[in-house]
Nanobody, 125 residues
């Protein structure tokens, strides 16, 4: 059974950093496209970043470019989202998701199959 578990969310001050983790069980993450998404109260779920299979290329939403970085640790079967220079507007529940095969861009939520339960990120002074 494929399962994803996010962790690392916290309350941080503006300008701070967090590293979110997406740990997989039941499958090898390196063989899947992994996306990070977020959803703030009253807003639609939006793509933040994604990484293609086998250490492939990455993609970032405009809001994440220059501040966030996605990476894999195949030994730990985990994908990370390093978030720097956090802003109050980054406050949301962050989710990771998987898809075995994906054509085109990887920031569209409906393209993904299995989702984690989410981890809360709050940026506030």
């Amino acid at each position: 059974q494929l399962q994803l578990v996010e962790s690392g969310g916290d309350l941080v001050q503006p300008g701070g950093s967090l590293r979110l983790s997406c740990a997989a069980s039941g499958f090898t993450l390196d063989n899947y496209v992994i996306g990070w998404f977020r959803q703030a109260p009253g807003k639609e779920r939006e793509g933040v970043s994604c990484i293609y299979r086998s250490g492939g290329s990455t993609l970032y939403a405009d809001s994440a470019k220059g501040r966030f970085s996605i990476s894999r640790d195949n030994a730990k079967n985990t994908v990370y989202l390093q978030m720097n220079s956090l802003k109050p507007e980054d406050t949301a529940i962050y989710y990771c998701a998987e898809r075995r095969v994906m054509l085109g861009e990887c920031l569209t939520a409906r393209k993904y199959d299995t989702w984690g339960q989410g981890t809360q990120v709050a940026v506030s002074s």
